[in-house]
């Protein structure tokens, strides 16, 4: 069965699979739930569509056992439980669903009878849950056929699964039909000669993110967007189910756009930095221009000052609203000051800025504005060299004497380090020598610098 997409939530099912139907003008529109079917009807000119009074979701009682994988015994027994209600000896398509969700719940080790004791007493709903009964359309090709196909070893392509963080393929498994376009792009890359080690890292990254935002998501929902609905007096079933109806599903699969989207956005930044400096070297091949300088570059810590006896005194809560409010703040300066974010911290920040003189205006402009954000003291440490850059970070000697200098910075102090000193025309802002100083992990001592706005008095007792 071919695979079709849920016009509300985007989710990719086999046509047997779907919960609900509605049809139109001869076309017919697939849903992972009934839910998704209700906001469709609920305003159809948004989809493309206006169902009509055909109702194409009743299916009688042998052909739900077949579809839900499950005997005609046990299909009536889920009924005599109260988990499926027929009409007319008839089901809905979405009891398919429900009928394999509660094979897997029970796989799980859930009790048959409490699941239908819970859902008679109005405490566990079944209708957010239509949709992980699922079955993802895949093709006639197993992983094995089609690492074949695509002339990549079989082992290959389990290893790229393992490395963008999904479950490592069976040889003998058949390959869904979503996985096909990505795992066709790959012969393209191996063709040109990337090593498998190098596309490994990449697909990491990529892993790696997309995870943490799918895993982010889904901790956002329950703890704000349900959180609100149980606050009405709901049950927690109740205000899940209430939370994806009038929230989840109202706003599509536009998370998914979302990604795409920013993910486009960036790379229009990144990839038109990449063409000028192919543009630059270019002319300097042909005699006409000289490259900008590279290799000297600037790492900047920031923290604040006090972080850890403030989530003691005043919880969690307010830890949680400094480091949202810091990183909102970082990411203004770094974007003003030609800099970026490479990591939070939790109470501090770590920033990479090609110019160093942009590391030390910016990391003053964090220091005065911490105060008016209802922040505490903050204190910085920057220094400047080369780096290595790798998935997404920065590394080296000029990274880690930058995070230890910012341990010797005073509350509402900028310290720099001596090669940054020796390389930046100070613009905007005075550097003077603190003293030499042993810094951990360094074997020799170091002289810092502060960093001081021009015409600034001389500097406070630390705090």
């Known amino acids: 069965m071919a695979m079709v997409i849920d016009p509300i939530c985007g989710m990719r099912i086999e046509a047997d699979d779907a919960a609900a139907t509605a049809e139109h003008d001869g076309q017919i529109y697939y849903f992972c739930s009934e839910a998704c079917r209700a906001v469709f009807v609920s305003n159809p000119a948004g989809y493309g569509g206006d169902p009509g009074a055909v109702d194409a979701d009743r299916l009688g009682a042998e052909e739900v056992a077949e579809r839900a994988g499950i005997s005609a015994d046990r299909l009536r027994e889920l009924v005599e439980l109260g988990l499926l209600a027929p009409a007319d000896g008839t089901f809905r398509r979405r009891d398919v669903m429900r009928a394999r969700v509660v094979g897997e719940l029970e796989s799980k080790g859930l009790d048959l009878r409490a699941l239908a004791s819970a859902h008679a007493s109005g405490h566990l709903t079944l209708g957010y849950l239509e949709s992980a009964g699922r079955r993802h359309p895949r093709l006639e090709q197993t992983f094995g056929e089609f690492s074949e196909d695509i002339g990549i070893p079989i082992d290959t392509v389990q290893s790229l699964y393992m490395a963008f963080g999904l479950p490592r393929p069976r040889e003998d498994e058949r390959v869904r039909e979503d996985d096909e376009p990505i795992l066709r792009a790959l012969p393209i890359l191996f063709g040109a000669g990337v090593g498998e080690g190098d596309v490994l890292r990449a697909v990491r990254i990529w892993g790696d993110s997309a995870r943490r935002v799918a895993q982010f998501q889904s901790h956002y929902f ?141 990391s003053l402009e964090i220091v005065d504005a911490v105060g008016p954000r209802g922040l505490p003291p903050a204190h910085v440490g920057v220094n400047a060299g080369s780096m290595i850059y790798d998935e997404g970070d920065y590394f080296g000697r000029t990274v880690n004497i930058a995070a230890r200098i910012a341990a010797q910075a005073p509350g509402d102090r900028v310290f720099v380090g001596e090669t940054l000193v020796a390389g930046v025309e100070p613009r905007g802002f005075e550097l003077r020598e603190v003293g030499r100083f042993d810094l951990k992990g360094i074997a020799e001592p170091v002289t810092l610098y502060e960093a001081v706005r021009d015409g600034a008095g001389e500097p406070t007792e630390p705090r």
């Open 222 to 362: 329950h703890n704000t967007v349900e959180e609100a609905f149980r606050r009405r007096g709901l049950r927690d079933n109740e205000a899940f189910e209430a939370a994806i109806q009038e929230v989840g599903l109202r706003m599509g699969h536009s998370g998914e756009q979302m990604l795409g989207w920013l993910f486009r956005r960036h790379g229009e930044v990144f990839f038109t930095e990449h063409l000028f400096e192919h543009v630059e070297s270019a002319l300097s091949e042909a005699g006409v221009h000289q490259l900008s300088p590279r290799g000297i570059e600037a790492a900047a810590f920031a923290d604040l000052s006090g972080y850890t006896r403030l989530t003691e005194e005043a919880g969690d809560d307010e830890a949680a609203r400094v480091s949202v409010t810091l990183a909102q703040l970082v990411s203004e300066v770094a974007a003003e000051h030609r800099g970026e974010v490479v990591k939070m911290l939790g109470d501090g920040v770590h920033f990479h800025f090609r110019d160093p003189g942009d590391a030390v205006r910016a």
